[in-house]
């Protein structure tokens, strides 16, 4: 049995591969709060304003992810921004995202979720809560 592998998707092929991890980044989208669109998302990621993750299996793509990086003075962090499939699904896949962070310099990954993606994120990957994010309409 094949493995599944995380594979970064360069800028420039983001429009080839968008219609078939589209639909799982859009379900993550629909808890994002409106801060931006499935089509925005595409536009960030084809300038490289983010980077897009597929997981595939065998040829078939079944995961996806975008990252934000987000530099501070004693910290780079990979903000995950959206998660769809299976990308973070298991210990093998995740220990591949945790490689291409550290290999693009990273020293934390950090994501935005539902209270029931992060008891699940905590409870298989060691995840700590770290903020409380609220928000006002203004």
Request: proline letters at 3%; hydrophobic letters at 45%; one cysteine or more.
């Amino acid at each position: 049995m094949q493995a599944m592998v995380i594979q970064q998707v360069p800028p420039t092929f983001v429009c080839q591969v968008w219609p078939r991890i589209s639909s799982m980044l859009s379900r993550a989208l629909e808890h994002a709060g409106g801060e931006y669109s499935l089509d925005q998302l595409q536009f960030m990621l084809v300038r490289g304003e983010q980077y897009l993750l597929v997981v595939e299996d065998g040829e078939d793509i079944v995961g996806a992810a975008s990252v934000a990086f987000q530099n501070y003075p004693s910290a780079r962090i990979a903000f995950i921004t959206a998660v769809g499939g299976k990308l973070i699904s298991n210990q093998e896949v995740y220990g591949q995202l945790v490689d291409w962070c550290k290999a693009n310099g990273c020293t934390k990954i950090r994501g935005a979720a539902r209270e029931s993606i992060a008891r699940l994120w905590k409870q298989k990957f060691g995840f700590e809560q770290r903020y409380i994010i609220v928000e006002q309409q203004l």
